[in-house]
T-cell receptor, first 112, second 118 residues
Framework: DTGVSQDPRHKITKRGQNVTFRCDPISEHNRLYWYRQTLGQGPEFLTYFQNEAQLEKSRLLSDRFSAERPKGSFSTLEIQRTEQGDSAMYLC??????????FGPGTRLTVT | AQTVTQSQPEMSVQEAETVTLSCTYDTSESDYYLFWYKQPPSRQMILVIRQEAYKQQNATENRFSVNFQKAAKSFSLKISDSQLGDAAMYFCAYRSALPETSGSRLTFGEGTQLTVNP
């Protein structure tokens, strides 16, 4: 069990650019979650996958956001045409169905 | 929709003392799970303790225990014999126990920043 990993840990981008984050879950976990955490707030749910299927999306996930988990292993979260309001920590978590979620260290996005 | 409220943005405790962090939640569901997560300055979220709503007995994990009051929708965390390493942001979280497609997301409170003074 090597834990959930995320890459990059930090990303600085200019407004209007596209960014992509990667999450590698714990290998035997079939569920993968994305959350967004702004400074001083608790994480907010964005979306989750069971294997390769995206089963739920929050209304926070605007059409500029897209997430994939093509082979049911790692996942990517892409933000197109970034805005300053997208600046946040993006957290990934994984779990077995119905079990506890294990969180990664997060990717901190700063949009200038 | 479920909501989770933590009314204490900051708390402090002396090393070796006991501190209680408060959490209230709102739900119309009868079956659910409640959690306390710890987020140290390195920012990786760690599960501290979990409570199933159908269990009347309060969960305990070493120095951490909860006071779960289902009727009052209250879920507080007690940390005994506080240690410097307990300093972190603590989040209360809710998860529905409803079947799969609606039961997976965690809903978090705003967090309580705990300082432990030596």
């Amino acid at each position: 069990d090597t834990g959930v990993s995320q890459d990059p840990r930090h990303k600085i981008t200019k407004r209007g650019q596209n960014v992509t984050f990667r999450c590698d879950p714990i290998s035997e976990h079939n569920r993968l979650y994305w959350y967004r955490q702004t400074l001083g707030q608790g994480p907010e749910f964005l979306t989750y996958f069971q294997n390769e299927a995206q089963l739920e999306k929050s209304r926070l996930l605007s059409d500029r956001f897209s997430a994939e988990r093509p082979k049911g292993s790692f996942s990517t979260l892409e933000i197109q045409r970034t805005e300053q309001g997208d600046s946040a920590m993006y957290l990934c978590a994984s779990s077995q169905t119905g079990q506890r979620q294990y969180f990664g260290p997060g990717t901190r996005l700063t949009v200038t | 929709a479920q909501t989770v409220t933590q009314s204490q943005p900051e708390m402090s405790v002396q090393e070796a003392e006991t501190v209680t962090l408060s959490c209230t939640y709102d739900t119309s569901e009868s079956d659910y799970y409640l959690f306390w997560y710890k987020q140290p300055p390195s920012r990786q979220m760690i599960l501290v303790i979990r409570q199933e709503a159908y269990k009347q007995q309060n969960a305990t994990e070493n120095r951490f225990s909860v006071n779960f009051q289902k009727a009052a929708k209250s879920f507080s965390l007690k940390i005994s014999d506080s240690q410097l390493g307990d300093a972190a942001m603590y989040f209360c979280a809710y998860r529905s126990a409803l079947p799969e497609t609606s039961g997976s997301r965690l809903t978090f409170g705003e967090g309580t920043q705990l300082t432990v003074n030596p």
